[in-house]
């Protein structure tokens, strides 16, 4: 059974670091053409993709985040990291994490409930 | 960037009928490989966002057959017959032709 789960600060000030973190369950980001993605959504808005890493190692970022993105994998213990770089209230929204598999053309067949962000002063 | 546009839905959508969502890519989504690199999700309220279906036309695990995908490079159609109490949501379609990956903007289902 495939299970992911975001974990967060919660709430974070103006020009913080936020650090998320997906737990994850029932596939392994050593498999071949497996990837964990995340994407973000405000409050009442849409889908807003940020980036994604795969099996070995490449890596996709949103280019609109201007180089505040990093993410990262522990193969070893299930999970993939989203650093975010000097946020601001504009970074507010739930942020999910998601599995693809690319070998298949499967994109985001699984998400995580997702975990609020707050950014505020 | 890819953008991808959707229509809008005449809401709200009678129980029992069907419904087309339409969703155009800025740049055609064929690949090479004679794939479609087109997906739509459905996120019900307060839920997260579920696959229907990818490669334009090709229904996910465990989603009900009155969901179907079809198109061309650039325009694409989810259609969704006898529409009933548990499609209420937003529908989105995404391409993952190239990076960025982009989502529509979203078409709201509401049911009669």
């Known amino acids: 059974q495939v299970t992911l789960k975001e974990s967060g600060p919660g709430i974070l000030q103006p020009s913080q670091t936020l650090s998320l973190t997906c737990s994850f369950s029932?596939?392994?980001?050593?498999?071949?053409?497996?990837?964990v993605s995340w994407i973000r959504q405000p409050s009442g808005k849409g889908l807003e993709w940020l980036a994604t890493i795969c099996w070995e190692d490449s890596k996709g970022y949103n280019p609109s985040l201007k180089n505040r993105l990093t993410i990262s994998k522990d193969t070893s213990n299930n999970q993939a990291f989203l650093k975010i770089t000097s946020v601001d209230t504009a970074d507010t929204a739930i942020y999910y994490c998601?599995?693809?598999?690319?070998?298949?053309?499967?994109?985001?067949?699984?998400w995580g409930q997702g975990v609020m962000v707050t950014v505020s002063s | 960037d890819i953008v991808m546009t959707q229509g809008a839905l005449p809401n709200p959508v009678p129980s029992g009928e069907s419904a087309s969502i339409t969703c155009q890519s800025s740049k055609s989504l064929l690949h090479s490989n004679g794939k479609t690199y087109l997906n739509w999700y459905l996120q019900r309220p307060g839920q997260s966002p579920q696959l229907l279906i990818y490669w334009m036309s090709t229904r996910a695990s465990g989603v009900s057959d009155r969901f179907s995908g079809s198109g061309s490079g650039t325009d694409f159609t989810l259609k969704i017959s006898s529409v009933e109490a548990e499609d209420v949501g937003v529908y989105y379609c995404q391409q993952f032709l190239e990076y960025p990956r982009t989502f529509g903007a979203g078409t709201k289902l509401e049911l009669k």
């Open positions: 998601a599995r693809s598999i690319t070998t298949e053309g499967i994109n985001f067949d699984y």
């Open positions: 029932g596939f392994s980001l050593s498999t071949s053409g497996i990837c």
